[in-house]
Structure formats: C-alpha cells, structure tokens
C-alpha cells in the first residue's frame, strides 16, 4: 500500500472532524485500522477466496470514495460463480490504486473504474479497467510502478507460467489490468456460500454490477454485491 494513500487517508479524516462530521470520521478511521491491520499480518496464507479479497478492497474504496466524492464512480462486476475462487491476497488494490492516481488524481476528467472477475475455462479472469488518458498519454503522477512491479513478482512466484498479467489500452480510452490465473476453489468458502443467497438473486442479474457514486462513507458489507441491492432500494 503506497506510504500517500495513508496520509490522504488521515488528511480526509480531519476534513470529516473539521465538518462535524464525527461517526464518519470514527468509521473512515475503524476502516483504515482494518486495512493496516490486514496488510501488516505476517501469517496471511498465499491464497484467500475472492470474496474475502473483495472485501478487503471495498474498504479501500470505502476510503477513496470519501476523498473524492462524486468524482470516483466504482462499478463491481463479479459472477457470482467465482467468489469462491482462490486469489493471492491484497493483489487487486495496489491495481485500483494506480488506476486512481494515475487517472482520476492526473486528469480531471476521469473517474470511472471497474473491477471485474469471471471464469474463462479452467482460468479465472480478474480485471482493473478506468477511463483515464491511457498509457499513450504521460501521467503526472510520479512513481516508479512498484505497485505493478509487486504484483508481477508475487504471480510469478505463485503460479510460474500458469498466468497472465497484461496492461493494455481500452477502444475509447482508458486502461485495462487482467489477470488470468488458474481457477481454483477455497472449499469452506464455497461450502458457506451454497448456503447464502445468490449475489444476484435480487436483481435477477447474473453477476455483481454496483455502481456506487458518492460523496461520503457509508456501510459497506464485506461483498460489494450486498452493496448493490442497498444502491437498487435507494433508487426505487
């Protein structure tokens, strides 16, 4: 986690205190406590279940969203079918973090950024994609891709040649992050699962697609979808 998502992180807590706003300033500070505290645990296993790493990632953006307000638009599309599935941890946020620093941060006019997952044969296929200038356009933003370079090396190791990471530009603009790995399933996660309800059984849709415009922290369940049938009763 880059050292300035931490200290953004602190300085859109004091704007929360300097407004009043008091719970969200004591929620936005129970998040960042659950990130640090993921990321400094030394006997995380190699692999965790999609949702949980979902569930990691949403309180990122938990943190963004308040920072940028309105500006970010977050959109999950995720079948359902591979929530279960096994991913390294803590290896979908440093991707939406770059996404957010060298698109929304560099340029004014992006903001949009989409996390995708779906199965493809036996591989499962997880995507960062935003619609910032794309590489062809120099970022501002400095930085040396250790982000990018971190999560190279931990596939590497992970799964050898039985992956992909690719970054390439959208039609229209913007750039995609996929990665392809080897789909595999967390059993307990997948036992505990067929006993809850489908992500989509609300919306009658086959996978996840929550697109979460906002100017402030709200509750975020540990899986974006239930997030999704919270945004589908607001807007009936």
Same mark, same amino acid.
């Given at each position: 986690?880059?050292?300035?998502?931490?200290?953004?992180?602190?300085?859109?807590?004091?704007?929360?205190?300097?407004?009043?706003?008091?719970?969200?300033?004591? +929620?936005?500070?129970? *998040?960042?406590?659950?990130?640090?505290?993921?990321?400094?645990?030394?006997?995380?296993?190699?692999?965790?279940?999609?949702?949980?790493?979902?569930?990691?990632?949403? *309180?990122?953006? +938990?943190?963004?969203?308040? *920072?940028?307000? +309105?500006?970010?638009?977050?959109?999950?599309?995720?079948?359902?079918?591979?929530?279960?599935?096994?991913?390294?941890?803590?290896?979908?946020?440093?991707?939406?973090?770059?996404?957010?620093?060298?698109?929304?941060?560099?340029?004014?006019?992006?903001?949009?950024?989409?996390?995708?997952?779906?199965?493809?044969? +036996?591989?499962?296929?997880?995507?960062?994609?935003?619609?910032?200038?794309? *590489?062809?356009m120099p970022s501002p933003r400095r930085g040396a891709g250790l982000g990018l370079a971190n999560v190279r090396s931990r596939l590497a190791q992970l799964y050898g040649e039985r992956h992909s990471f690719e970054i390439s530009d959208r039609d229209g603009g913007g750039t995609e992050v996929a990665i392809l790995l080897p789909f595999a399933v967390d059993v307990a996660a997948e036992r505990q699962s067929s006993l809850a309800e489908p992500i989509g059984a609300v919306s009658g849709q086959p996978s996840v697609v929550a697109d979460l415009p906002t100017g402030g922290l709200r509750h975020r369940p540990d899986m974006p979808g239930d997030q999704s049938r919270q945004a589908d009763r607001a807007s009936s």
């Open positions: 986690m880059n050292p300035h998502f931490l200290f953004n992180a602190l300085n859109a807590v004091a704007g929360l205190v300097r407004r009043r706003e008091h719970d969200g300033a004591v +929620d936005m500070l129970a *998040r960042l406590s659950e990130l640090l505290r993921t990321t400094l645990d030394r006997d995380m296993p190699a692999e965790v279940s999609l949702a949980d790493e979902l569930g990691f990632l949403g *309180r990122f953006v +938990d943190i963004e969203l308040v *920072r940028f307000g +309105d500006r970010l638009r977050v959109t999950w599309d995720i079948d359902p079918d591979v929530r279960t599935a096994l991913v390294p941890p803590l290896i979908l946020q440093p991707l939406v973090e770059n996404a957010i620093k060298h698109g929304l941060e560099a340029h004014s006019t992006a903001g949009r950024i989409t996390i995708a997952g779906r199965r493809d044969g +036996d591989m499962l296929r997880l995507a960062i994609r935003d619609d910032g200038p794309g *590489r062809t």
